[in-house]
């Protein structure tokens, strides 16, 4: 019945306003019963006292007691509209007259108040309990009484109205937004289609939706372009296994050694892909499984250096270690951490022509150690690095044979680890890319 938005805010003012009318005849009766509490009854129980003892000093009983109090009252006008009963000390009524001689069980009574005459006899004063009979209640009329609660009523329904028009405003705002999301065209966003009258936070909404859809849009572009890289990254070894295949079996090539090498240096191609994109997959959920080991930074660091060393050799670049510090103990996955190392000095040695230079530079504090890995090539564009750890990216102007998983492996295994990778370049002038590490790793 009320699972449309306009008719929960129709629910909601009816109950505010049922809510609004209860409080205010709630507080116009507590607050009048608090003011006769401690305003009226103190007062009337003060000066019947005071009658009551002169009446019985001068010597006066019981029975003359309603004439002693009419006569006052007819002297001094009517005080609190006799809103109170005199008995005895066993409960026989002296005030008023109408009442007079009658008993009551004291015990019904909660409120009442001792007064003990001259002579140490015991009388009983007892308050009427009902606010009719007291000042300002007993003073209104029901006309009075009735304009008072309807004004409060009235006061309660133009709250209640004020709160529904903003309600409905908030309604309408997100029926707007419901509406354009209905009828949303990918090339639109909804913050320009929202009319000028909209609350903030709507608007702060729509931005909100408007940046999900984005990240949306830029999400299933990167899987589309995910597929068609690795389709891309298939091909070629498949064509050429294909190739080599149908040509050995057709009669056409025989096959020798080294063309079954090529065959198989392909296969191996296809299975380090496969590998790695495995490995990227466990990255995403957290699942890379690190084999921790304790180490020495520098000699882990020498062991990447003798590695890498007769590689860049043969690209004709010098690599240089740089590490003079004392003992660093450091807890990682030395096979994966190699592969790391490798893959940054790889990727230099695509970057830095012949006669450069690459240096691996060890550092640490107290906390955590750096490798970094400086390389003196032609750096990488500004509008490159934003994206140069996404999988496949090898930039605007790639080069080498590589697949463009390296950095995006490296990072992954990096912050596997718990640590943190970040680059800087600057174009024609070499990149820096900085691993940090804790000297602990604690594993799930």
């Known amino acids: 019945m009320f699972r449309t938005l306009r008719a929960q805010i129709f629910l909601v003012m009816l109950v505010i306003a049922f809510i609004n009318a209860v409080i205010s005849i709630t507080l116009f009766f507590v607050i009048n019963r608090f003011i006769i509490d401690n305003t009226y009854i103190p007062l009337m129980i003060n000066r019947y006292s005071t009658i009551v003892r002169e009446h019985y000093a001068t010597g006066k009983n019981d029975a003359t007691l309603p004439d002693t109090i009419t006569y006052i009252e007819n002297q001094y006008g009517p005080f609190l509209y006799n809103t109170i009963l005199v008995t005895t000390a ?44 007291y000042p300002p209640i007993r003073g209104f009329t029901g006309y009075t009484i009735g304009l008072v609660i ?17 309600l409905f405003q908030i309604y309408r705002s997100i029926s707007q937004l419901v509406q354009l999301l209905r009828q949303h065209k990918s090339d639109t966003y909804f913050v320009t ?46 064509n050429t296994i294909n190739g080599y295949i149908e040509a050995m079996r057709d009669g056409d090539l025989d096959p020798t050694i080294p063309r079954l090498a090529i065959v198989h240096d392909e296969i191996q191609a296809l299975h380090r892909l496969i590998n790695d994109m495995h490995l990227l997959s466990l990255a995403e959920v957290n699942q890379i499984s690190l084999h921790i080991t304790t180490t020495d930074a520098c000699t882990f660091a020498n062991n990447v250096f003798q590695l890498m060393q007769p590689i860049c050799h043969t690209h004709h670049i010098r690599l240089v270690l740089d590490c003079t510090q004392p003992a660093i103990a450091l807890q990682l996955d030395s096979g994966r951490m190699t592969r790391v190392l490798h893959n940054l000095i790889d990727n230099a040695i695509r970057h830095t022509p012949q006669d450069g230079t690459i240096t691996l530079k060890v550092r640490h ?53 718990h640590g943190s990778i970040q680059l800087h370049s600057t174009l024609h002038h070499g990149t820096t890319i900085t691993v940090t590490l804790p000297h602990t790793v604690t594993t799930d």
């Open 90 to 133: 066993t409960g026989t009524v002296v005030y008023p007259a109408n009442q007079l001689h009658h008993s009551i069980d004291l015990e019904r009574f909660s409120q009442r108040y001792a007064l003990y005459l001259d002579d140490d006899t015991l009388m009983y004063l007892f308050p009427s309990t009902n606010l009719s009979d």
């Open 150 to 166: 309807t004004i409060l009523l009235c006061t309660s329904t133009v709250s209640t109205g004020i709160g529904g028009a903003l």
């Open 193 to 238: 289609q929202l009319m000028p009258s909209i609350p903030l936070e709507t608007q702060v909404l729509a931005q909100a939706l408007d940046e999900r859809d984005t990240e949306i849009r830029r999400q299933i572009f990167i899987h589309r372009q995910l597929i068609a890289d690795v389709a891309h990254e298939l091909r070629n070894p498949l």
């Open 365 to 417: 504090n107290t906390t955590h150690v750096t490798f970094t890995v400086i390389d003196s090539g032609d750096g990488i564009a500004p509008d490159d690095i934003p994206h140069i750890f996404e999988r496949f990216y090898r930039g605007a102007r790639p080069q080498g044979d590589g697949t463009g998983l390296g950095l995006a492996i490296a990072k992954a295994i990096v912050e596997a680890h």
